[in-house]
């Protein structure tokens, strides 16, 4: 492990403790441990990129690190199936709209559009990212999009005023690199341990602290955008992929962990999922010019059974899941 160039990516970014800690918590496919070479691969930093965003999850969710530490005691790595975010299909100051601010990260890394999933009663766009060199072995993104427009006018306003000044994290010397990895692949060392860091600062809240009423306006109408708009584009859950998710529920519920109380099944019955309910964190808001604290809903931490379809895993999602799933956040 220590002289892969994955740990070397996943060093430099997180420390050698953290880095050491994270690869013990979960299972890395041996294609992406590939020893120190003179540049760095797509699937690599794609891969480092994962893990780090995984780590972040747990860090921010006790009733993930609480699990993830019983899988490590009992020497069972995880298999981090996917990762999912919310974006806003709407004018974001010099962050780009809707899923954009994050597909132009996914692509350059190996990942390609798979398959759309409407969320109606959500008024939302799930969109499945899937790596082109590792599908099974390279967690997936769940990018979805709210669509502000199908919602009152107020509400329109209100989500101007929160993200319409949002920032860029990503530089020009950021978008040359992401330039130069969809071409060639690869990167020299130097820019891909550079570029490591500015990726993960894609993955937060871009947006300054906004007022209290206009969180108030966004939560009467969807809860969805009401956690966009004190979470961004953090990843909203990470998703362990198990053998048997009936009887991993049993054993959290067990344990006295938040897991939701139902298992949802897919339409083709292939793909069950079930998650614990969101951690709960504060958040800052202006209230009459003053800042004030309040406890809104976090990220949370989901479980995802996949059957096999001949030889393939199954590896699609399903828009009632999801929509299901979604709840985790509005609930909490």
Known sequence: ???????????????????????????????????????????????ALNMALFRDVVARVPSAAAYVADQQRAGQPIVFDHGALRTVAWPSGALPAGEAAITRVLRPLGFAFAEPYPLPR??????????????????????????????????????????GVSRDPLGPAEVAALE????????????????????????????????????????????????????????NHATDRVADIEQLADTQRALGRPIKPAIETS??????????????????????????????????????????VADDLDLKFDAGNATGIFKMTAAA
Request: with cysteine; charged share 20%; aromatic share 10%.
């Open 1 to 47: 492990m220590l002289d892969t160039g994955l740990f070397r990516l996943l060093s430099a970014t997180l420390g050698e403790a953290a880095a050491t800690e994270t690869f013990s918590q979960l299972k890395v496919a041996p294609a992406l441990l590939k020893p120190v070479g003179a540049t760095v691969h797509r699937a690599e930093l794609a891969q």
């Open 122 to 163: 959500l008024k939302m766009t799930g969109r499945a990212w899937r790596h082109q060199d590792h599908a099974e072995d390279i967690a997936q993104f769940f990018v979805s999009e709210l669509h502000p427009e199908q919602f009152s006018s107020a509400f329109q306003s209100a989500v101007s005023r929160v993200i």
């Open 180 to 235: 130069q990895l969809a071409r060639d692949r690869v990167l020299p060392w130097s820019t891909a341990l550079a570029l490591l860091p500015r990726l993960l600062s894609c993955f937060e809240r871009q947006h300054p602290v906004f007022d209290w009423a206009d969180y108030q306006t966004l939560l009467a109408e969807s809860a969805e955008m009401a956690w966009i708009s004190t979470e961004g584009n953090a990843f």
């Open 267 to 308: 339409a083709s019955g292939r793909v069950r999922q079930t998650a614990f309910r969101a951690a709960e964190v504060q958040r800052q808001f202006l209230d009459g010019g003053r800042l004030i604290s309040a406890v809104v809903p976090g990220s949370f931490y989901e479980f995802i059974q996949r059957e096999r």
